[in-house]
């Protein structure tokens, strides 16, 4: 649709990683949009950036999730493709990081070829209530030396804006960049941290004992590195991060069933394992410190302190000093994309329930025409909203309502 000389878009998705892709290919695929009325924008220039860049940096090599749970919507898509025994790992036939690539870029060359992908950073939503059908204008910030904002108009949008920030422990904020340049502290899951980086001989301290910190100690034992992990809590081992009851009718219905923000956060404080690992990974690391290929303390790091090259950590039951500090100590407690779920709120006039999530329907509109997905659906989809699953549960919800408003 073209208004005056402007372009309104049929659907705009913010966020081009696992959920906003899925949402994406699958809005295209079931004939709900076409391509060409299809505008994807991200932050990043590549799709998946993130999910690569941490997948990366902690050097994991299969998925946690089944081989059910890909970008495809049908569960038996990842699984045809597996043809080598590297492809997968048991249980659950869990997908090799490479095969699950290969299968998100087989998607996307499917369905998005002549979808416009815009790169810069979403800083606001408004609503149009001048125009009929009431579009949305979606303000961008784009990457590169021309920072001028930009503005593009879109009948629907699906805020798929990922993870909240990484957490920072106290004693490790705002510590200087010594003067070589190298920061020593950096959290696993930020962009610039890189461990091809580390150099052989090093001594490094991991901090925090979930996921993220036991798929790198055995990387950084084969570069050699002394290894020090110190966490603050007894590690949990569980298979998945969310209790998958959620994921059936029986729990969800609980979740719906919830009467107030309050009870819904509740549900999913006590059905979310974060920092809990899977049993063949905490079998592999107990494996390792049994052969001495690092140690372990569990205790709360109370100071930092760069000192030349070199970081002083304080805890309290210790103190070291390090060539380098990796924090592997997960996302912030918050929802995702604070800022702008704010200004949309405040712009749109669009409800935030406890804690700062979109108040969103069962059909996950935040307003009509406005939709959220992964971690900004936390309060209606429950414990799996973040996953890979969390996209198809929100699929579910949000295509048949796209549908009544993209004609
Ligand atoms: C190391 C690791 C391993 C994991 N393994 C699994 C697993 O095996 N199985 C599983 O189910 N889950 C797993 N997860 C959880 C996983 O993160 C999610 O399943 C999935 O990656 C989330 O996808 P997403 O699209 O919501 O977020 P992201 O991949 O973070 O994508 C969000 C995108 O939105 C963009 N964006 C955000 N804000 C803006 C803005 N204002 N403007 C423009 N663009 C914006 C970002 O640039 C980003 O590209 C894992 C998580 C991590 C960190």
């Known amino acids: 649709m073209t208004k005056g000389r402007e372009k309104v878009f049929a659907l705009a998705v913010v966020g081009t990683g696992i959920h906003g892709l899925h949402l994406a290919t699958s809005a295209v695929e079931t004939g709900i949009v076409s391509p060409e009325n299809l505008l994807l924008l991200d932050r990043y220039p590549e799709n998946l950036f993130l999910w690569d860049r941490r997948v990366r940096n902690c050097c994991m090599d299969y998925l946690r999730s089944p081989a059910s749970h890909g970008l495809d919507p049908r569960f038996p898509a990842l699984r045809r493709l597996m043809r080598d025994p590297g492809d997968w790992t048991d249980p659950y036939h869990r997908p090799s990081v490479p095969l699950f690539r290969r299968h998100g870029e087989d998607r996307i060359r499917r369905f998005l070829g002549g979808a416009h992908r815009i790169t ?6 408004d609503r149009d209530d001048s125009s009929p059908g009431r579009p949305f204008r979606v303000a961008l910030r784009p990457e590169g030396p021309d920072r001028q904002y930009r503005s593009y108009r879109a009948a629907a949008v699906i805020l798929a804006p990922g993870m909240a920030p990484p957490c920072i422990p106290g004693p490790f904020q705002g510590l200087p960049v010594p003067s ?7 959290h696993v899951h930020e962009v610039r941290f890189d461990p091809h980086r580390i150099q052989a001989g090093e001594e490094i301290l991991v901090v925090g004992g979930g996921i993220a910190a036991l798929h790198l100690l055995p990387a950084l034992a084969e570069r050699q590195c002394s290894v020090t992990l110190w966490r603050r809590d007894p590690i949990t081992v569980h298979q998945f991060d969310s209790d998958p009851c959620f994921i059936g009718p029986r729990c969800s219905g609980e979740m719906r069933r919830a009467g107030t923000d309050e009870e819904r956060i509740r549900l999913l404080r ?3 394992r974060p920092g809990s690992v899977p049993p063949d990974l905490y079998r592999r690391y107990r494996e390792d410190l049994d052969r001495g290929r690092y140690s372990e303390r569990e205790l709360q790091v109370t100071e930092a302190e760069v000192i ?4 002083c950590v304080r805890g309290t039951a210790a103190v070291g000093t390090f060539d380098r500090v990796i924090l592997c100590t997960g996302f912030a407690d918050e929802p995702p994309a604070r800022g702008l779920v704010k200004t949309i709120a405040e712009r749109c006039s669009a409800p935030l329930a406890e804690g700062g999530y979109p108040r969103a329907g069962e059909d996950l509109a935040w307003i009509p025409g406005l939709y959220v997905t992964g ?6 989809i429950g414990p799996p909203a973040k996953n890979i699953i969390g996209a198809h549960l929100a699929r579910r919800r949000i295509l048949p309502a796209l549908r009544r408003i993209i004609r």
Not at 120 to 125: D, L, S
Not at 308 to 311: D, E, F, I, L, P
Not at 375 to 380: E, I, T
């Open 308 to 311: 030349g090259a070199r970081v």
């Open 180 to 186: 070589d340049g190298v920061e020593r502290v950096l």
């Open 375 to 380: 971690g900004l659906a936390d309060l209606v």
């Open 270 to 272: 006590r059905n979310r």
């Open 120 to 125: 810069g950073e979403v800083t606001a939503i």
